[in-house]
């Protein structure tokens, strides 16, 4: 299948506090995907700009 979102080693920080460390995913065409954050919540979603 065709992966339309494709990150590897991923790691962002936020002020002190490290946010994600060293992920690793892909999304392929037609799959829905969503994350949750350590509460359980739903994480707000993100967009790419159009090139």
Same mark, same amino acid.
């Given at each position: 299948?065709? !992966? $339309?979102?494709?990150?590897? !080693? $991923?790691?962002?920080? #936020?002020?002190?506090?490290?946010? $994600? #460390?060293?992920?690793? #995913?892909? $999304?392929?065409?037609?799959? *829905? #995907?969503?994350?949750? *954050? ?14």
């Amino acid at each position: 299948m065709e !992966h $339309v979102i494709e990150l590897s !080693h $991923v790691t962002k920080d #936020f002020g002190g506090n490290r946010g $994600v #460390f060293d992920i690793d #995913f892909c $999304v392929q065409k037609g799959e *829905v #995907f969503g994350y949750l *954050v350590p509460n359980g919540a739903g994480a707000k979603s993100e967009k790419c700009p159009k090139e």
